[in-house]
């Protein structure tokens, strides 16, 4: 039987029906795994982060460990919510939250390419540290970063644990890193 097999790979018809089915399969797996990657109907994540650095146009920092920073992403169904804050007082907190979809998944590389819309924003008008800080992280100008306004965001699937509840993500194309705790 595994002679016949052989014999008939070695045919013209034979590869050809040989690369197609592997083709097929290939493409089956990766459909396959398009779906599980996309299948989950909620996803949250909260981050924070102590060891940051906001710096001014001549590459001066202006601002240091001094307040954390906070992220907060959820995927519910198609629907993505990305909401930046910083730890201050509440009358000095400086936040913006973003809606929209997911745009692109590039399996391979679980690199996420996010159409996001600004829904609510708030900065200190004296010096606004996280839009400064957010125009490097999300690759974008800082005018693009207030209300009404939609921009692209790129975010990669480092590393995640389920088990130990944690993932680790970064934006592109500048490669700052969160690692972030995973909710349920």
Known sequence: ????LARFILTKLGRVVFVSISIAIFCLVILF??????SRSVWAFDCNSKIYQFKNQNGEVVHSQNEPLYLSL?????LISLDYFTGEEENE?????????LKELEVGKMMYQLDLKVIDANYQLDAPQLQNYLAK???VMQESLILGNEISVAVQVLEMDTEKEYILIKFSPYHTLWACRLLE
Do not use: C, K, V
């Open 33 to 38: 795994l398009e779906h599980f990657a996309d």
């Open 93 to 101: 907190r400086e936040f913006i939250s973003l809606e929209g979809n």
């Open 74 to 78: 959820t995927i519910q169904d198609e």
């Open 1 to 4: 039987m595994l002679t016949r």
């Open 137 to 139: 992280e999300l690759d």
